[in-house]
């Protein structure tokens, strides 16, 4: 079993920062693309950030600029900074992985259990 373990999420004032974590297998991290994703209630599910095997990322639009995506390689940790927060940030973000080596985007993901972020 993949598994994919966040932590970070909490209740923040607009303007805020909150530093989410995903723990995963030294395979999943350094052969496979991750992901964080959220889901605010009553919306669709939105993909955040990506970072590939090869260190390239991508950001939606919608945090362009305000989040950042980093690796603990010590610790197999995928980090993503998220810095001037707004209420709109508020969902439950959840950490994903692709399931096909070496790729990114194929639609087929493993995912952690998630964690609430809540902007005010």
């Known amino acids: 079993h993949v598994q994919l373990v966040e932590s970070g999420g909490g209740s923040v004032q607009a303007g805020g920062s909150l530093r989410l974590s995903c723990e995963t297998s030294?395979?999943?991290?350094?052969?496979?693309?991750m992901y964080w994703f959220r889901q605010a209630p009553g919306k669709e599910r939105e993909a955040v950030a990506a970072y590939a095997p090869d260190g390239g990322t991508n950001y939606a639009d919608s945090v362009r600029g305000r989040f950042t995506l980093s690796k603990d390689y010590a610790k197999n940790t995928l980090h993503l900074q998220m810095d001037s927060l707004k209420p709109d940030d508020t969902a439950m973000y959840y950490c994903?992985?692709?399931?096909?080596?070496?790729?990114?985007?194929?639609?087929?993901?493993?995912w952690g259990q998630g964690t609430q972020v809540t902007v005010s």
């Open positions: 994903a992985s692709d399931q096909i080596l070496r790729t990114c985007y194929s639609g087929a993901y493993y």
């Open positions: 030294q395979d999943i991290f350094r052969s496979y693309c």
